[in-house]
């Protein structure tokens, strides 16, 4: 089978990344994968701002897309293909990228191949791990929160989500309530180390209903109440108190991820799979309880686990080359008229 090179391109929140990816001999290789994140750029908003994001991915993505093929060693002539994300995600950030795409599409005469960022996530295992189809993925971030049945590169069977918010945006929101910085997740997670996660009560919505929805909003809103009580019977947010409801917070989302997998999986078996795998990725997959609490799960189940590393966890462009490159090689390819999708469900 012939060598492909492949460039991604990743601009659909508020990472601005580009990398190369190779394949030879059905083995993909990740030659560069080049991330510039905005974290600071938002900091004092609280989140993201799209018209901040998108002007931000407009002035460095040609940057990025620079240093990608530099650490590659190559340039774009020994190109095949030009992926890039086109959705979803912040429409001015993903028309960012696909504009910049098209430009080099139509200068150098390469394939342009449209990329699903969702897939490019539930994609990764093949990367990293050498994953067969069908396997298990939970995606887990700030944005997404959705199992997925990966049963092709272009087949996706979802057997459940969140039906409101995602728990990266909850345990941001969190810590943004006890006064911890952002990102969040990784400030609630120290924090909890100092806490009794049982001395205050938080409900698990959705935990009850068959099924592997989930829901994190009322969560977020039980929290804002508890703290309230905490800083009236204290006078204030005392450190102890901040401890226990960043412990709280953090144990009622294992749990309700915890048994939400089992759901899935169950229904995942059913399928018959031959080597039975299942993934997790996304930002919130960095948590430490979370993975401890889905490798306990996936053993006591006889499931293959992983959890691909962090750098292609979160958001990049490699997953997103990786996941262009099967479309290469099928000979497919877009046109200049690909356009940006906000939605685009899998
Ligand atoms: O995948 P990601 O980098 O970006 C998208 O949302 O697409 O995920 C970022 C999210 C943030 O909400 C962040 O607070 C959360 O992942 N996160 C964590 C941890 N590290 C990052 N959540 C819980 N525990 C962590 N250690
Ligand atoms: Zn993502």
Redesign the pocket.
Known sequence: MATLTILGIES??DDSAAAVVRRTEGRATVLSSVVRGQTALHAQFGGVVPEIAARAHAEVLDHCVEAALGEAGLALSDLDGIAVTAGPGLIGGVLSGVMLAKGLSAATGLPLIGVN?LAG?ALTPRLTDGFCFPYLMLLV?G??CQFLVVEGEDRFRRLGGTIDDAPGEAFDKTARLLGLPQPGGPAVEIEARQGDADRIALPRPLLDRPGCDMSFSGLKTALLRARDAEMAAAGGLTRAARADLAAAFQKAVVEILREKTRRALALYLEMSPDRPAFAVA?GVAANGPIRAALTALCAEAGVEFAAPPLALCT?NAAMIAHAGLARLAAGEADGLDLSARPRWPL
């Open positions: 659909s929140c960022h996530h971030s944005g997404h996304g958001d």
